[in-house]
């Protein structure tokens, strides 16, 4: 199994290093992110989880530690090549969606593929194939507007996967829906992991979404405080992680 993503001694400190009004948000963290693994990142508000989500996918820069996707060293990129490096590599999913009112549901999918100027024939085949995958491709021809939140967030998930990414982050993907439509969209994330192969890291405060990863990573105070990892008993793991979470003074979401 080849490493995606190694995250070596990363910290982030707000404000002058040592200073009176310096604030450390990210202390020290290290870990690695396997081909095909399913991770999430929890803890409780404040702890460091956007900070480091931002860090990971190139948005921002750590005050130390170093961080490769696929052996690159992304944190030694200028601006304009982490722009070039996130388009071709990275696949993301937003609590807010993200999509272009001005284009049909199909267009917003192929939009990472137009960017990069591929094959009109191999953007139709690969935009019809990976919608048929999450079962919007019957509404490809309407807008965002025209559709639920659910149906929406179906349609990130496929343009986060039409490029083949490296790695895809999920920032809390499921923050903007009810709890039927947190269910069909977590269960398109598993698909893709588990059908497709693609590599996962997910932030999120939401046990029932979390329940879906292989392994959760906790953090607190800009620190690892707790790992655990999936038997592939969902609702066990459900359970384990709102004790994690009891124990870290996380937020609670009982099913």
């Known amino acids: 199994m080849s490493t995606v993503l190694e995250v070596k001694n990363v910290k982030k400190v ?3 290093q040592n200073g009176d009004n310096s604030t450390v948000a990210l202390d020290s963290v290290s870990f690695n992110v396997e081909k095909g693994d399913f991770i999430g990142i929890m803890g409780p508000s404040g702890s ?11 948005i921002g820069k750590p005050s130390y530690g170093e961080v490769y996707i696929g052996g690159k060293n992304i944190t030694s990129l200028d601006k304009n090549e982490m722009a070039l490096f996130r388009r071709q590599h990275l696949g993301f999913v937003f609590q807010e969606f993200n999509l272009m ?18 094959d009109k024939e191999q953007m139709e085949a690969k935009s019809e194939e990976i ?11 309407k807008y965002p ?21 490296d790695i895809i982050f999920a920032d809390e993907p499921t923050g903007n829906l009810d709890s039927k439509s947190s269910g069909t969209v977590m269960k398109c994330i598993e698909k893709m ?15 029932f979404a979390a329940s879906f990863c292989k392994k959760i990573i906790f953090i607190k105070d800009g620190a690892i405080c707790m790992e655990i990892v999936s038997s592939g008993v969902r609702k066990e793991f459900f359970d384990q992680i709102l004790d994690c979470l009891a124990v870290i003074g996380g937020e609670r979401n009982d099913l």
């Open 193 to 207: 992991n588990q059908e497709r192969g693609s590599t996962i890291l997910m932030v999120t405060h939401d046990a």
């Open 48 to 58: 460091g989880k956007t900070t480091l989500l931002n860090i990971l996918s190139g």
């Open 145 to 165: 507007y025209n559709i639920s939140g659910g149906q929406q967030q179906r349609v990130a998930v496929s343009r986060a996967l039409v490029n083949d990414p």
């Open 14 to 16: 707000y404000g002058v």
């Open 101 to 118: 009112d001005s284009l049909t549901l199909k267009e917003n999918v192929m939009l990472p593929m137009i960017l990069d100027k591929k």
């Open 131 to 141: 919608m048929k995958l999450f079962g919007i491709d019957e509404i490809a021809g």
